[in-house]
């Protein structure tokens, strides 16, 4: 049972994710890259459906977004917020707005040229949840994106992340690190598939290493707006049994 299960995680490995008539245009996924819009460019990234589900607890968001702005020519502002929240569990219901999270991305390498990119952007989450959505605690991170085309048809990204999140069991703060990856291919002009995996370990003992792969498609209507669908789905540890989402990215 562990080879062919380890058979299969090298077979996940082999992502597809496409990206879409411009490096800096992006669908809905959690991996950032790093590559920052233009100096005036507005970029919305949204989900007009988000569903999860982990154990008992089902979770709708409709419409959380992220608006980016290009404030130069290598540095953005990224605004993340969930306007709506539904939770449900063992038939009680909360629901109200998320918590609200400000980042800013520095491109260090690679916006204008080459063919790799690199980024640097800290967060920070403020704590504006309704109705115990949320934790009521300030948490944030730092986050190392890179970017690299393979050929003029493929490429990858991978993300390094930081977080530093409340933990409400033992009531104090932990250390999660993650690791993310996109391999992209571009099927034909207006469609793709894409794929993605997340590993995530925290400093907490008590934590156990989880795993998560993604895969979907996307269709772009126009050169700057893109819709996706998608499934997220654990293989190992304590987060969302799954995830299913559609969504878009619409460049200004």
Do not use: C
Not at 5 to 29: C, E, G, R, W
Not at 92 to 120: E, M, T, V, Y
Not at 129 to 150: H, L, Q, R, W, Y
């Amino acid at each position: 049972m562990l080879i062919k299960k380890k058979n299969f995680l090298s077979f996940i490995l082999i992502f597809i994710n496409f990206f879409i008539y411009y490096k800096k245009v992006y669908a809905t996924t959690f991996t950032e890259s790093g590559y920052t819009l233009d100096a005036g460019v507005i970029q919305v990234e949204s989900s007009i459906f988000d569903y999860s589900q982990n154990s008992d607890v089902n979770t709708w968001s409709i419409h959380p977004f992220n608006l980016r702005i290009g404030l130069n020519n290598s540095i953005d502002v990224q605004l993340v917020f969930e306007p709506y929240i539904n939770q449900e569990s063992n038939k009680k219901i909360n629901d109200g707005n998320g918590d609200f999270q400000i980042g800013i991305k520095k491109n260090i390498w690679g916006n204008d040229d080459g063919k790799s990119a690199l980024g640097l952007m800290p967060y920070i989450k403020l704590p504006t949840a309704d109705n115990e959505i949320g934790n009521d605690k300030v948490e944030g991170g730092i986050i190392f994106p890179f970017s690299t085309n393979i050929s003029d048809a493929i490429n990858l990204d991978v993300m390094f992340e930081t977080d530093f999140v409340y933990d409400d069991d033992e009531q104090n703060f932990d250390t999660e690190f993650i690791i993310s990856g996109l391999l992209g291919i571009n099927i034909q002009n207006s469609l793709g598939l894409y794929s993605e995996i997340i590993t995530i370990k925290s400093n907490d003992v008590d934590y156990k290493v989880s795993n998560i792969i993604g895969f979907g498609a996307t269709y772009s209507l126009s050169k700057n707006l893109i819709f996706d669908i998608g499934l997220n789905h654990r293989l190992l540890g304590k987060e969302d049994d799954f995830n299913i989402f559609s969504g878009y990215t619409f460049l200004y």
